[in-house]
């Protein structure tokens, strides 16, 4: 599978990651360079780049005399999760609304609709991303946003087991028409509350749907 456009190290990494958080490569799986060379029909200099880009993202992991394998999915990894999802989304959400504009308003709205016709997983997941982000106003909140894009990554992995094994869309997509309405009547200890409830009550399933594919 030829990869053209960006550069090869890039586009590989890019292909590899996508198929991690989709879960058609599993965690603890191993990535063979050989492999992954034919596949993309490249040397394995840029595989081994990819291989180290994803590395440094933390979704994939070096053993000694084993190679690379994708970083397992575990019961402690989705509670730091979400964990620190509460604590940090919390803080964004309080600190944007200070200084919330229309447009992020309006941005939240396109978000929700996004959701709503979401057609398939890929579509769900980057509206729900879509949603969070607008609400956090994070072009005023840089660093705190570089943060939560790396925390999302690794949350992606596990978000998409609740919505793959039970009907939560619309559950989801309501607390997040029920939190942009606290927003836009300016109650931030309302809609702080009711997101910090969305994180928890979505960790909960996680861990449920991740406890019972450890068992």
Request: glycine share 6%; aromatic share 6%.
């Given at each position: 599978?030829p990869?053209?456009?960006l550069g ?58 084993r ?8 019961m ?7 964990d ?47 949603f ?8 005023q ?24 094994t ?50």
């Amino acid at each position: 599978m030829p990869v053209t456009g960006l550069g090869m190290s890039d586009a590989i990494a890019l292909q590899l990651r996508s198929d991690i958080l989709r879960g058609e490569i599993s965690g603890g799986d191993r990535l063979r360079q050989d492999h992954i060379a034919e596949r993309f029909g490249a040397s394995h200099v840029p595989v081994r780049e990819a291989l180290q880009k994803l590395g440094a993202e933390g979704l994939v992991l070096f053993q000694p005399r084993r190679g690379a394998m994708v970083t397992p999915l575990t019961m402690e990894d989705a509670q730091e999760i979400t964990d620190m999802r509460v604590e940090l989304e919390c803080l964004a959400l309080r600190k944007a609304m200070t200084v919330f504009s229309i447009k992020d308003y309006e941005n939240a709205q396109q978000a929700i609709v996004k959701g709503n016709e979401s057609k398939n997983l890929d579509q769900l997941m980057s509206a729900n991303w879509d949603f969070h982000r607008s609400i956090y106003a994070g072009a005023q909140q840089p660093r705190l946003m570089k943060s939560l894009d790396e925390l999302w990554l690794h949350n992606e992995r596990y978000q998409r087991l609740v919505f793959e094994t039970i009907p939560y869309k619309l559950k989801s997509q309501q607390e997040h028409a029920d939190i942009l309405t606290a927003v836009e009547a300016d109650q931030c200890d309302q809609a702080v509350a009711l997101l910090a409830k969305h994180i928890k009550e979505g960790g909960a399933m996680m861990a449920q749907i991740l406890c019972d594919r450890l068992s």
